[in-house]
């Protein structure tokens, strides 16, 4: 199983982007994902979860309200929303399922 993220870029404060994460090779059916995130000089953080059916989700308290994951597993995507954002949600965004991890991608929100 790899995992392939997308969707990152420069956005201003306030604005939206979208992440997907998807897979090379295999499904994700089977498997909660999370979304993690790294900001520099800081530690890897936990952002959300989703279990594998998509009926439950969770969130850092960091996110909450602003942030949405979400999966269609017919097309093999899970996907995190992110709106209103904030200059601190600047960091590489990893989505992860077990010890598998992807390669990140980069957002980072400008004043």
């Known amino acids: 199983l790899q995992l392939v993220e997308s969707g990152g870029g420069l956005v201003q404060f306030g604005g939206s982007l979208r992440l997907d994460c998807t897979t090379t090779g295999d499904t994700l059916r089977e498997d909660p994902i999370k979304w993690y995130r790294q900001a520099p000089g800081k530690e890897r953080e936990w952002v959300a979860i989703i279990t594998s059916s998509g009926q439950s989700t969770w969130y850092a308290d960091s996110v909450q309200g602003r942030f949405t994951i979400s999966r269609d597993n017919a097309k093999n995507i899970v996907s995190l929303q992110m709106k209103s954002l904030k200059i601190d949600d600047t960091a590489v965004y990893y989505c992860?399922?077990?010890?598998?991890w992807g390669q990140g991608t980069q957002v980072t929100v400008s004043s």
């Open positions: 992860n399922t077990g010890d598998t």
